[in-house]
């Protein structure tokens, strides 16, 4: 996605606005229609498939002898913590860490362009309670002890739309267990797409992933609960000022 027109400077301090040509760029290929149906039973039984047989483990061995940078110290002063895994620009954790002052906000991106303008923007801030790190967020996560995190958050992933790519969805990933267990208990999981597919698959995810069982409650599925103004994420601003339906699913780990 291209940056919206207004300057990197303005990017958090207002809601982005699209011209008519970026939102042209903004489609949904799958519909978007509440209650999500199930995905295919063929889907359903290669997400199983995946489960059993990813592990968690030999996934980040690719990292073993790369370059995995460290948290930021100043994340654990705080009590509550949030994650925003795939941050983009960072409007989230921005947004909410100058809300609520007391709690600490963490992103995480790996994009070369986005990930690195994240933490020349924070540096330059100097908000104490928020982070951020440029890195790809899967030997991270692994790496954190578990129930570091009262919410975690996706905003709008690359839906991955060719099949032989499908495993890189979050519904596939062996990332799934270790999601669950850096949630503390009554911390929330938070995805969101404008894409029905993606959402379905996700949420049967939630519902029959091994380590989802009985870990977690549903605590939202339905249409975003914010609107435009509000935007979360620079894809949300962007979808919403299209006119596109966007979907938000919420699973809260019982504690
Ligand atoms: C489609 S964009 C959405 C960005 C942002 N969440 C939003 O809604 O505006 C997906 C983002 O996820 C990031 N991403 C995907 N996989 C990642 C990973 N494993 N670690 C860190 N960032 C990742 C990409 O670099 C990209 O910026």
Redesign the pocket.
């Known amino acids: 996605?291209t940056e919206p027109t207004t300057s990197f400077e303005e990017l958090w301090s207002t809601t982005p606005t699209w011209t008519d040509e970026e939102l042209k760029e903004a489609v949904t290929q799958s519909p978007l229609e509440f209650p999500l149906s199930e995905p295919e039973e063929k889907v359903q039984a290669a997400m199983r498939k995946v489960w059993d047989r990813h592990t968690l483990e030999r996934y980040v061995q690719r990292w073993d002898d790369a370059y995995v940078p460290d948290v930021p110290g100043g994340l654990w002063d705080f009590d509550w913590r949030a994650c925003?895994?795939?941050?983009?620009?960072g409007?989230f954790a921005f947004r909410e860490s100058g809300r609520h002052p007391e709690r600490a906000y963490l992103g995480?991106?790996?994009?070369t362009r986005?990930?690195s303008k994240l933490l020349q923007r924070i540096e330059t801030l100097q908000r104490p309670n928020l982070f951020g790190m440029h890195?790809?967020?899967?030997p991270i996560l692994a790496r954190m002890p578990d129930e570091s995190f009262d919410l975690l958050s996706l905003?709008?992933?690359?839906p991955w739309w060719p099949t032989k790519h499908r495993k890189k969805r979050w519904s596939y990933h062996p990332i799934i267990p270790k999601l669950i267990s850096l949630l503390k208990p009554g911390g929330e999981l938070l995805l969101c797409s404008n894409e029905g597919f993606y959402l379905s698959e996700w949420l049967f995810a939630m519902q029959h992933h091994p380590a989802a069982k009985g870990v977690l409650e549903e605590a939202y599925v339905g249409p975003v609960t914010v609107d435009w103004v509000e935007s979360r994420?620079?894809?949300?601003s962007k979808f919403l000022q299209a006119g596109l339906p966007c979907g938000e699913i919420r699973f809260r780990k019982v504690g």
């Open positions: 996605m925003d895994v795939g941050c983009g620009f409007l995480i991106d790996k994009g986005r990930g890195g790809n967020a899967i905003f709008y992933p690359n994420s620079h894809f949300e």
